[in-house]
């Protein structure tokens, strides 16, 4: 695994001093060629990944960020502000539009791709009026009886000064609880990081998936290192234990499926990541809109019911 | 092999209970952390662990919690065989299981069951932060879950007492659905027309404090308690700044609108007798 990568590196600097040059036939095919070549080791090296892998795909600054997803799967779509009781919180964007013939809700944790956009997002970390938001969007698609589609992407919810005084806990716990007996079908996923229960808030769903180089944790890796073993470096080796993976996740059954992303991650290739992740929510929503909304209800409660391992004497 | 490491443990964990019971320190005196004076531990007892001289509350464990909550002798425990089990195959987890089963006399971070509070039926759940910090794993989020769909199905109220450090990191996704799974089955309830009522005690954070201790239609608090989503230390890590004195304490979440009222631990009888009772139905 280690020289593969190494190669892809040496690899990646030949192509980029080629493409310096003065473009010529000759050179344009050599790029060509080697970029082939890279392609076949990144496909070799993906199914080599490790969790620290999965972990620093998720986090790549030039990942396609949910925002993307929209512009690129969502036709009609007319954004929705505010949780009508202190501001309107950026890291949640929230909005109606159409994907494919389905109108839905899309309710989506939005990073940047630069350092400034990260600011203006909080780095898709959510105040408990971005959760409030989702809620009453949520509630809104309950009333006009259309889907609700999620795409998580966070670190995890805010900490800080702010997001205590209004209530972060109470913001999240409502969501949960909502999101449980809405009478909607919802299809929830995670694109980037899903972290902690600032990913759980969006993510009490009748489908749940992972985009195959994403995490989904009770903590960063970080976070558990160092409440663990008192040391953040550590953090590589948490990621191998903690199971955040998609491939862990679907062994588990706390996800349904996992969506495939490009040969190398979703940012080599964008539009093809969007496409896969279109054709997959499009054909969850076929399913769930034919099903009733008792049995749904039904079926999400009894999907969430399930989780859990421990032991009984037997009597 | 994991059954029988459990299974090993409850020799130990039955040695000599009755002294823990209270979740006091054994010895005569003992000095209270925060005015450091001494205090006389049969006063301490009757005073349900709040230090006679500056109003100090001791952890109470969750049985002396219930005593001093429910009529005598009604409580029924639910439950009470379930243990933990390593999910995640998590290097060490039983050992420290075993530890805390030892240290604590309880199986798990919460008991539950039903019982009568001035003669009126109601489930009840009490957390023990003594139990790995009372971090929320899989069976407290089972155990708290059944607890609430038999009230449900019941027509019952239900009490929970949080206390909890947070996640069951040990647990990893599986504790974080156990904040799915308990308001999942808190809704139900509330669907139900029934009444919960969630009792913050020191400390009540993280996954506990961001599903069913923030849900009850009524949220009561112990005085000074600390109650937050993220810790004091992680938010001082992130905004880089000290905080503010009481931050995060009951008398903060009062003051920002969070909680119903602050309730002192030796009024908390009568008032959840009050509340459940003004909740009768007509012709009850
Ligand atoms: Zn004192």
């Known amino acids: 695994m280690e020289d593969i990568r190494e190669r892809i590196d040496a690899l990646g600097e030949a192509i980029n001093q080629l493409s310096q040059l003065n473009e010529t036939p000759e050179i344009a095919n050599e790029i060509t060629r080697l970029k082939a070549v890279v392609y076949k080791l990144e496909k070799k090296a993906g199914t080599l990944y490790d969790p620290w892998d999965k972990v620093k795909i998720a986090r790549k600054i030039?990942?396609?960020?949910?925002?993307?997803?929209?512009?690129?799967?969502?036709?009609?779509?007319?954004?929705?502000?505010?949780d009508r009781a202190f501001k309107d919180d950026k890291a949640i964007i929230g909005g109606i539009g159409k994907i494919d013939g389905h109108t839905v809700t899309i309710i989506v944790q939005n990073k940047g791709n630069t350092a400034k956009e990260n600011i203006e997002r909080n780095f898709g970390m959510p105040h408990p009026?971005?959760?409030?938001?989702?809620?009453?969007?949520?509630?809104?698609?309950?009333?006009?009886?259309?889907?609700?589609?999620?795409?998580?992407?966070?670190?995890?919810?805010?900490?800080?000064?702010?997001a205590e005084e209004r209530g972060q806990g109470e913001a999240i716990a409502r969501n949960l609880l909502e999101m449980a007996r809405l009478k909607v079908p919802i299809v929830s996923g995670i694109i980037g990081e899903g972290g902690s229960g600032g990913a759980l808030a969006l993510g009490v769903a009748d489908r749940v998936f992972m985009q195959a180089n994403t995490t989904y944790s009770i903590?960063?890796?970080?976070?558990?290192?160092?409440?663990?073993?008192?040391?953040?470096?550590?953090?590589?080796?948490?990621?191998g234990i903690m199971k955040i993976t998609a491939r862990d996740l679907l062994e588990y059954g706390i996800i349904d499926d996992i969506v495939e992303e490009p040969v190398g991650g979703a940012h080599k290739e964008p539009l093809q990541a969007a496409n896969a992740l279109k054709e997959y929510i499009v054909s969850q929503l076929n399913e769930l809109t034919q099903k009733d909304v008792h049995t749904l209800v039904e079926d999400r409660y009894e999907r969430f019911r399930q989780y859990g391992a421990f032991y009984e004497e037997e009597l | 092999m994991l059954n029988d490491l459990i299974k090993g443990a409850k020799k130990y964990a039955t040695t000599n209970p009755a002294a823990k019971k209270a979740g006091i320190p054994e010895g005569m005196y003992l000095q209270c952390p925060k005015c450091k004076k001494s205090i006389y531990k049969v006063d301490l007892k009757a005073q349900l662990g709040v230090c006679p001289h500056c109003s100090y509350y001791y952890p109470l464990s969750p049985r002396a919690r219930i005593f001093a909550i429910v009529d005598k002798g009604s409580f029924n425990e639910l439950d009470k065989e379930m243990m933990s089990v390593n999910p995640l195959d998590f290097p060490d987890y039983e050992k420290k299981l075993v530890n805390y089963i030892d240290k604590t006399d309880q199986k798990e971070a919460v008991i539950t069951g039903t019982a009568l509070i001035d003669g009126q039926e109601t489930?009840?759940?009490?957390?023990?932060?003594?139990?790995?910090?009372?971090?929320?794993?899989?069976?407290?989020?089972?155990?708290?879950?059944?607890?609430?769909?038999?009230?449900?199905?019941?027509?019952?109220?239900?009490?929970?007492?949080?206390?909890?450090?947070?996640?069951?990191?040990?647990?990893?996704?599986?504790?974080?659905?156990?904040?799915?799974?308990?308001?999942?089955?808190?809704?139900?309830?509330d669907e139900n027309g029934l009444l919960y009522i969630s009792v913050l005690t020191d400390p009540t954070t993280g996954g506990v404090t961001a599903s069913f201790a923030m849900l009850g239609d009524i949220i009561l608090a112990e005085p000074g308690a600390l109650i937050g989503f993220a810790g004091p230390r992680v938010?001082?890590?992130?905004?880089?700044?000290?905080?503010?004195?009481?931050?995060?304490?009951?008398?903060?979440?009062?003051?920002h609108g969070m909680i119903d009222a602050i309730v002192k631990r030796p009024d908390m009888r009568e008032t959840l007798a009050c509340l459940l009772k003004l909740h009768q139905k007509e012709g009850k």
Not at chain 2, 148 to 155: D, H, L, P, R, V
Not at chain 2, 156 to 180: C, D, K
Not at chain 2, 237 to 251: N, S, W
Request: net charge positive; proline share 4%; glycine share 8%.
């Open chain 2, 235 to 255: 938010i001082e890590q992130t905004i880089k700044q000290k905080l503010p004195e009481g931050f995060q304490r009951a008398e903060f979440l009062l003051d």
């Open chain 2, 123 to 189: 489930v009840i759940g009490v957390m023990d932060s003594r139990f790995m910090m009372g971090s929320m794993g899989s069976v407290v989020g089972e155990k708290l879950t059944r607890a609430i769909e038999y009230a449900t199905s019941k027509k019952l109220p239900v009490i929970i007492f949080t206390a909890s450090g947070g996640a069951r990191m040990q647990e990893g996704i599986f504790s974080l659905m156990q904040m799915a799974k308990t308001s999942a089955a808190l809704a139900r309830h």
């Open chain 1, 62 to 82: 030039e990942r396609p960020r949910a925002q993307f997803y929209i512009n690129s799967i969502v036709t009609d779509f007319v954004e929705l502000h505010g």
């Open chain 1, 219 to 239: 903590l960063s890796p970080e976070g558990f290192a160092s409440i663990l073993w008192k040391d953040s470096n550590r953090a590589k080796e948490a990621a």
């Open chain 1, 129 to 162: 009026e971005g959760y409030r938001k989702a809620l009453r969007l949520m509630k809104q698609a309950e009333k006009f009886s259309r889907p609700v589609v999620c795409l998580i992407d966070t670190p995890g919810a805010y900490c800080g000064i702010g």
